[in-house]
């Protein structure tokens, strides 16, 4: 099976600090991406990365910045979060095309994040 | 561009009714993807079914099925006798094909909710 694991459910933090949060899949799988959903907004990709130290910008990446040092794992950073950032942040992975008879987007269980 | 409709933000049905949860979308491509995710209150998205655009057969698996219209740009899911584990948010999406870095685009969700 695979697993896309999030390093928190929840997480509750002050306007101005730095936030990490960390997603790491056991599938060695090349693509992965960072969502943030919103009521009536759904899914809007923030970063993506295809590779180990490579990295896309989404559709919203303004005040986050990402890291994949290592294949399985791919940080979100806020470097001084916003109250506007509170939302639920989702981790995602999937492999090359064609590496998969279903070829699709496996989702971590979400961070629930608040920035007070 | 690309783009993905869900016109129904919410839907309420009574349990055992039948329901089907539109999608529409848009694309330039001639060959692509198309998704359903389906996203329980545990928040995690779960993968429902892939279809591709140069397969047009209707699927049915237990009680789900998908109507793919590629002359309308549709790609609707009925839940037949519907149940109250099927409330969640369902959402629809689309990715080109042959593009295996390319994330996919959501609709932002129907909340669907089953009634007992």
């Known amino acids: 099976d695979v697993k896309v694991t999030q390093s928190s459910r929840y997480l509750v933090k002050r306007t101005g600090e730095k936030v990490f949060l960390e997603c790491v899949q056991d599938m060695d799988h090349e693509n992965m991406f960072w969502y943030r959903q919103d009521p009536g907004l759904g899914l809007r990709l923030i970063y993506f990365s295809y590779d180990v130290k490579m990295k896309e910008k989404g559709d919203i990446p303004e005040g986050y910045s990402v890291s994949r040092e290592k294949k399985e794992r791919f940080s979100l950073i806020l470097e001084s979060a916003s109250t506007n950032q509170t939302s639920m942040y989702l981790c995602?992975?999937?492999?090359?095309?064609?590496?998969?008879?279903?070829?699709?987007?496996?989702f971590g269980p979400g961070t629930r994040l608040t920035v007070l | 561009a690309q783009k993905v409709t869900q016109a129904q933000t919410e839907i309420s049905v009574v349990e055992k009714e039948d329901v089907t949860l539109d999608c529409v979308y848009e694309?330039?491509?001639?060959?692509?993807?198309l998704f359903w995710y389906k996203q329980p209150p545990s928040g995690e998205l779960v993968f429902l079914i892939r279809r591709n655009s140069f397969d047009e057969q209707n699927e049915i698996s237990g009680r789900y099925s998908w109507n793919f219209q590629k002359s309308t740009s549709s790609f609707n899911f009925t839940i037949t006798a519907s149940q109250v584990v099927d409330s969640a948010v369902y959402f629809c999406?689309?990715?080109?094909?042959?593009?295996?870095?390319?994330?996919?685009?959501f609709g932002k969700g129907t909340r669907l909710s089953v009634i007992a």
């Open positions: 999406a689309l990715r080109p094909w042959n593009s295996g870095n390319t994330p996919l685009v």
């Open positions: 995602a992975s999937s492999p090359l095309e064609n590496r998969d008879p279903q070829d699709t987007q496996y």
């Open positions: 694309t330039r491509d001639t060959t692509y993807y």
